[in-house]
Structures are given as C-alpha cells and as structure tokens.
C-alpha cells in the first residue's frame, strides 16, 4: 500500500485537534519525507509544533514553508507571530514587512506590525500601523483594540473615545 501524503496529512491534522501531537508530528514528518518541497505540510507542522508550545521548532518548519512558497500570507504572518512570541521583534518586522511587500493590503500584517511595534514602546509607528488595518478593513476588531489602547498610550484620550465608540457599534451589530 503507498501512503499518500493528503491523507497523511488530514490525519495529522485531526490528531492534533484530538491532543495526539506526538502522532500527528510522525504523520507530517511522513509526509514531508514523500513531499520534501510541499509548503503546505511544513506550514502544518509549523503550526503543530506552535501549539504545542515547542516555538523553536515552530519557527524551523515556517521558515522552510516559508522558503519554498514566499507569497503565501498565511504561512508569513504566522511565522512573524512566532518570532514574535519567541521575543524575536525584529524578525518579526522583517517577516511583516515581506509579508507587506508582496501584499500592502493584508490588514492582518498590518496589525501584526502593530502589535509588534506597540511591544516595543514604539506607539507611533504602533498607531499608524494599526490605522492602515482598520482603514482596509474597517471592521477588524482585534485591530481597533489595538488602535485604542495604542491612542491611550500616546494620550490621544479624543481618539481612543472614538475607536471605543466604534467598537461598540461593531458589538451591537454582531459584526465582531
């Protein structure tokens, strides 16, 4: 019988839903083993090895997802997001501002720059950040949090009054 890597790689992923790491983790490096160059299933085991807390790891599969395939944004934002929790602000930057070269649309990298920035005590270049993600998407919640407590931070009391009202009406419209 020839394992088949989709398959290999659908039940990596149910097992890690299920809590079975240490199998789903034998089920990618499987599969990688028949798919060296597939980003996708080094994406999966990047993103197993994030959640199960093993950040270096983590990082060592994104970037080679990352590697093989530049322009995906999922796989650049979520490696941005683990330099980011493994204290590595600056690569982190880096990985957004690629991430924002190939796509300067992405309201997600942008918040992700935010995030980083604000972090860093850098609030200015925290709010303009924070500002381009809600400009392109004018409903991303996490984003106008951000921008309020960033406008806070700064002392814009006037404008963290404004994103909180704005927040409000995405609450009451159930839009969040």
Not at 84 to 106: H, I, K, P, T
Not at 141 to 156: C, I, P
Request: aromatic fraction near 10%; hydrophobic fraction near 45%; proline fraction near 1%.
């Amino acid at each position: 019988m020839v394992e088949r890597v989709d398959v290999l790689n659908e039940r990596a992923i149910q097992l890690a839903r299920a809590g079975s790491v240490k199998e789903a983790l034998a089920c990618l490096t499987r599969a990688i083993t028949i798919e060296k160059n597939n980003y996708l299933l080094w994406f999966n085991l990047g993103i197993t090895y994030r959640d199960a807390g093993n950040l270096a790891e983590a990082r060592k599969a994104l970037e080679k997802a990352y590697e093989i395939c530049e322009e995906d944004e999922d796989v650049v934002e979520t490696l941005a997001l683990v330099c980011f929790d493994m204290g590595s602000f600056e690569d982190a930057l880096v990985y957004c501002r690629e991430g924002l070269d190939f796509n300067v649309q992405n309201p997600h990298l942008w918040n992700t720059t935010g995030v980083v920035y604000f972090n860093q005590k850098k609030y200015e270049d925290a709010a303009e950040a924070f500002e381009t993600a809600v400009m392109l998407n004018p409903y991303y919640y996490d984003a106008l949090f951000n921008l309020r407590d960033t406008y806070e931070e700064l002392g814009n009391i006037n404008g963290a009054a404004d994103v909180a009202a704005r927040m409000k009406e995405i609450e009451k419209a159930g839009v969040k």
